[in-house]
């Protein structure tokens, strides 16, 4: 027997088939055999390398189904062990769900006993699907590796995301220029930071991120530069702070819109010198690092407002990427969902693979005010309920209702003007298109949580205050739409009285 003999798992209910097919193939193959599930799951626990199962393992019993209840169960373990189906008898239906479910290809039975090359070419279908087998393991290494050369949250084939991506590449190779990544919450930003170190000359450094927010506000000088021993009360030995850690690296600071002032003076000389002094001493020190700002804050505003200083404005934009919103490139959410999905099955969480076209229509008219954040945990929630359903792949269904919802109400002033066109008596033009303009503010708050800041963006207004204006001119001119947006008159309702 060859000394790297591959190993044959055989599982059928015929022993004296068993033993045919042991001693026909045992020249190619280490061969195992089972004739029941509980010898067929401890022998595939021993780590074939390719399995033969039968559809039917109770012959008497036309509807038995154990050889599919087992290729889940091998499926589950998520080992990449291909599995050939094989069946006496025309189970076509069933040899064609079993394929759906992922099994590597499918044998009748009579194929390789009535023909006269039959067991040669079973031999060279169970080598072809361990030969698939490897190649979808090194398709797997290849993409794991792409994965970690690019951030696998910027999929997608848009215009504004293949621009974002080269000027990463340039931006990690230079490794000096400070760079300010601005986006809505869920864009990925932080996965873009993640980008610039690993792709530069600075991965072989450290990565420290720092969440400004959470970094208590009456120790953030200390937080970012260190202290000296007995500085303040409770320092008891020096300590670095986050800027010295991330030397020779890259340092990234999450929300520096929300940095106190008194530390952004410090961080301003950091930045155009390179300098800093921890806290007790008078003592300067040099560190070369890279630093990545993020924020999803008006920065204009802020500065307008006396919250940022304005030379630290300035010091910050010197290289912006700006992430677009996901509601901005729907069609990069096909790729998206694909790349989620293969995800979950790595993880092995699921066994889809498709979503339906009509449920990817409705990913793609939904607004994702949460981005591609709130689309990782729409596409979680879903492949669950896919799950419980039964379902080979994400139906409509299988989405929160909300997000049908929310794409139905979009488009539900063209059809109330749909409805009332047809009025013996015509309409009023001035009621239906106040009727339009409440539509929609009530929609853009719905999906905004009621964020009147949020929503008057959505809609393109200049400021909530705007949109107050408004809502409360149409209510006050309309007051028999009121009912119809029960959002909007609760928000804006009084003020127009």
């Known amino acids: 027997m060859a000394t790297h003999a591959r190993t044959l798992l055989i599982i059928d209910d015929d022993k004296s088939f068993l033993s045919a097919l042991e001693r ?9 055999t089972a004739s029941d599930e509980a010898a067929a799951l401890k022998a595939f626990g021993d780590g074939p390398d390719v399995v033969l199962l039968d559809i ?3 012959e008497s019993d036309d509807h038995d189904r154990s050889g599919v209840k087992l290729l889940k169960r091998f499926l ?3 080992r ?3 599995v050939v189906m094989t069946s006496a008898y025309g189970d076509i239906e069933t040899a064609v769900e079993c394929m759906r479910l992922g099994a590597t290809d499918f044998i009748q039975k009579a194929d390789f006993f009535q023909k006269s090359a039959g067991l040669d070419e079973l031999r060279q279908r169970l080598k072809t699907a361990l030969e698939h087998a490897r190649l979808s393991r ?3 290494q290849l993409e794991e590796r792409l994965e970690r050369l690019e951030p696998a949250e910027l999929v997608g084939a848009s215009p504004q995301l293949q621009h974002i991506k080269q000027l990463i590449q340039v931006v990690a190779q230079e490794g000096y220029v400070t760079v300010l990544i601005r986006g809505e919450t869920g864009t990925g930003k932080e996965l873009v930071a993640h980008a610039i170190h690993r792709l530069g000359w600075r991965a072989k450094g450290p990565f420290v991120s720092v969440a400004i927010a959470a970094l208590n506000p009456n120790l ?6 260190g202290h000296e021993a007995g500085a303040f009360t409770g320092a008891s030995a020096r300590r670095l702070g986050y800027i010295e850690r991330a030397k020779g690296g890259g340092l990234f600071f999450d929300e520096i819109g929300d940095l106190p002032s008194d530390a952004q003076l410090k961080l301003l000389r950091f930045l155009e010198e390179r300098k800093f002094s921890r806290v007790g001493s008078t003592n300067e020190i040099s560190v070369d690092v890279q630093i990545i700002c993020a924020t999803n804050r008006d920065l204009e505003k802020a500065v307008a407002e006396g919250r940022i200083r304005e030379d630290l404005y300035f010091r910050l934009k010197s290289l912006q ?5 996901l509601r901005e490139r729907p069609g990069d959410i096909p790729l998206l969902v694909a790349h989620f999905l293969k995800l979950f099955r790595r993880q092995g969480r699921t066994r889809i693979t498709e979503i339906s076209e009509e449920a990817t229509e409705v990913l793609r008219k939904y607004q994702w005010p949460g981005n591609i954040r709130e689309l990782k945990a729409v596409l979680e929630r879903a492949n669950i309920y896919a799950n419980y359903h039964g379902h080979l792949r994400i139906e409509k269904e299988d989405l929160p209702q909300e997000l049908s919802a929310a794409t139905e109400s979009v488009v539900a002033p063209e059809a109330r003007f749909a409805l009332n066109k047809n009025a013996g008596d015509g309409i009023d033009l001035d009621v239906e298109l106040a009727r339009v303009e409440l ?3 009530e929609e853009a708050l719905r999906l905004n949580e009621e964020r009147k800041t949020e929503a008057s963006k959505f809609l393109g207004l200049n400021d909530r205050f705007a949109l107050r204006r408004r809502a409360k001119n149409i209510l006050r001119n309309y007051p028999s739409l009121a009912a119809e947006v029960p959002t909007v008159q609760r928000l804006y309702g009084k003020e127009a009285d």
């Open 439 to 441: 539509s929609y503010i």
């Open 220 to 225: 953030i000088e200390s937080e970012l530069f």
């Open 321 to 325: 990427i700006v992430l677009p919103p």
């Open 138 to 140: 090194q398709v797997e």
């Open 24 to 32: 026909a193939l045992k020249r190619d193959f280490d061969v195992v």
């Open 80 to 82: 990449g062990v291909p």
């Open 76 to 78: 589950e373990a998520q």
């Open 56 to 58: 039917r393992l109770d």
